[in-house]
């Protein structure tokens, strides 16, 4: 089993950065493929990156393409997710997830693809 702890969340303004982590237990983290989700008031919960295991690919929601790097440090078992520029649009919950799955190229879209999810960090942009 997987537990995942984030941290980093806070209040900025827009245009504004911020870092999130996300500190896995366990000694099996290199085999898990690992994700950001957020989640807005009154909205579905939505796919913002993943990164493989390996740290070979990346991918990202095109929302947040360009301005949010996703990166990972198996030897720390944390996953990180840099924001940049951020828009009041951002605001959410983000969650932090694993999978152990084997993941296609539509697969790291789907929350139900994950096996392990984070308590959630929230973030909030102004504008």
């Known amino acids: 089993q997987v537990q995942l702890v984030e941290s980093g969340g806070g209040l900025v303004q827009a245009g504004d950065s911020l870092s999130l982590s996300c500190a896995a237990s366990?000694?099996?983290?290199?085999?898990?493929?690992m994700a950001w989700f957020r989640q807005a008031p009154g909205k579905e919960r939505e796919f913002v990156a993943a990164?493989?295991?390996?740290?070979?690919?990346?991918y990202y929601a095109d929302s947040v393409k360009g301005r949010f790097t996703i990166s990972r440090d198996n030897a720390k078992n944390t996953v990180y997710l840099q924001m940049n520029s951020l828009k009041p649009e951002d605001t959410a919950v983000y969650y932090c997830?694993?999978?152990?799955?084997?993941?296609?190229?539509?697969?790291?879209?789907?929350?139900?693809?994950?096996?392990?999810w984070g308590q959630g960090t929230q973030v909030t942009v102004s504008s």
């Open positions: 997830a694993s999978t152990s799955n084997s993941m296609t190229s539509f697969a790291w879209y789907f929350h139900s693809n994950y096996n392990y």
């Open positions: 366990g000694r099996t983290f290199s085999s898990y493929h």
């Open positions: 990164i493989r295991r390996s740290g070979s690919d990346t």
